[in-house]
């Protein structure tokens, strides 16, 4: 009996909800050709692409400028024509990768899983693991990459396969370091676009912190959630007046006030801070949890596929966290719609991962991505499509230097 696509869709979704058993009342002949069919998919090739998108305009944090997302797009093709799709979003003042850092890695791993079972994928995670410590971001393509096939594969959206129900929920938009005017102008644009939560980057001046944080919240009211990131840049000394000042602002929390290698720093800042303290760039993986758990250095954390590599080890964190019983939330760097969208299926599929960052693309000049998540008034839709439920414009491929 030989399978069409469409039956082999049909049966290796049903074959793997069988596991083994005849429970699902599958035709023998039927369950057989399932089990087969998962254990001949192969990986036969790997596209890798530059993904340059241009920003707006120049995006400023505490501790580097970001003038356009020069990214990786990866394309992993397997024998029964399922096809997944993956993105890497190097910045490199955090992560420290650059888009040719991450090309390199990825023509690594492409010539690591070429011929390998892509639903394999924690076995595929462990043999390319060890590039998670220079290039997260490329890791992170790869993994996403391999989900986006096994919901294919299965038939479901990626967070119904994880075990997520949460669809449609909120996320907050960022106003980067500017002028006061220019940021006060941009917070009540966002809000007067419908967004209930902004986030405003901080972490240079206190004082000048304070003022640009204060015409934010005259210029958008009280309802309005604010939380902050000082991306580093503070001391500790600066963390704690800038925190207390901060305090009849209403901050939500204050992400990463100080190094991220200094717990100690963090632990200090948190025990003297009215406003909580959230982990980001001390924050990669999840022995890093368990890590910033033992030190007390923070009250939750932001996980970042970028920084992790990829949605395995962003679940692993949130375990981690949950164990601990503390709330996560899940941002991003200058993703297009693409790695965004994996992003929000992780949030989708975790009850401790409270909050959501995924405004990475709110700057691109362009949006090359076909279906994913939609944003509307800072509320986020997923897809029912399934996989992670992207595509990316044949048109806007044509474009792009091939790796």
């Known amino acids: 009996m030989s399978l069409t696509r ?17 429970a699902w009342g599958l035709p023998s002949e039927a369950l057989e050709d399932a089990r087969a069919a998962v254990k001949r998919l192969k990986i036969t090739g790997v596209e890798i692409y530059l993904f340059d998108i241009a920003l707006t305009s120049p995006f400023r944090i505490a501790i580097g400028v970001m003038n356009a997302a020069n990214d990786l797009l990866v394309r992993v093709r397997t024998d029964q024509g399922l096809v997944g799709l993956g993105e890497a979003c190097p910045f490199p003042p955090i992560t420290g990768e650059t888009q040719a850092t ?40 790869f993994d996403m990459a391999l989900f986006d096939i096994l919901g294919k594969a299965a038939g479901l959206p990626l967070f119904r396969l994880l075990g997520g129900s949460k669809s449609v929920f909120e996320t907050d938009i960022t106003t980067g370091i500017d002028t006061l005017e220019a940021m006060a102008a941009e917070s009540k644009r966002y809000a007067d676009m419908g967004y209930k939560t902004l986030k405003v980057k901080v972490g240079l001046d206190p004082d000048e912190d304070f003022a640009r944080l204060e015409a934010i919240r005259r210029a958008v009211g009280p309802k309005t959630a604010i939380r902050v990131d000082a991306n ?14 901060m305090e009849p602002l209403a901050i939500e929390f204050c992400e990463q006030p100080v190094l991220a290698s200094d717990h100690a720093g963090m632990r200090a800042v948190r025990a003297q801070s009215p406003i909580s303290i959230m982990a980001d760039e001390s924050l990669y993986g999840p022995a890093d949890a368990i890590t910033l758990i033992r030190a007390e ?21 949130a375990h981690v966290a949950g164990a601990a019983n503390m709330r996560c939330m899940v941002g991003c760097m200058l993703e297009s719609n693409l790695a965004l969208t994996a992003a929000a299926h992780v949030v989708a599929s975790q009850a401790n991962i409270v909050y959501a960052d ?32 992207c595509d990316i414009d044949p048109a806007f491929v044509k474009k792009l230097q091939k790796v």
């Not at 990825?106 to 290039?135: E, F, T």
């Not at 250095?297 to 964190?317: E, P, Q, V, W, Y």
Request: glycine fraction near 12%; proline fraction near 6%; aromatic fraction near 4%.
């Open 6 to 22: 469409k039956g082999f869709l049909k049966a290796l979704g049903l074959g793997a909800l069988a596991a083994g058993s005849n």
């Open 102 to 141: 991450n090309a390199a890695a990825a023509r690594a791993i492409r010539d690591m899983i070429v011929g390998q079972d892509p639903l394999a994928i924690d076995d595929l995670l462990r043999k390319i693991g060890p590039l998670v410590h220079s290039n997260p971001s490329a890791v992170a393509a």
């Open 232 to 245: 580093q840049g503070w001391t500790v000394p600066q963390a704690v007046y800038a925190l207390r000042k």
């Open 297 to 317: 250095a923070c009250d939750t954390f932001n996980i970042k596929l970028m920084k992790s590599g990829g949605i395995l080890n962003s679940i692993r964190i």
């Open 358 to 389: 995924l405004d990475g693309n709110s700057e691109h000049a362009v949006d090359p991505v076909i279906g994913g998540m939609t944003v509307r008034a800072g509320t986020l839709t997923l897809p029912e499509t399934p996989g992670l439920g």
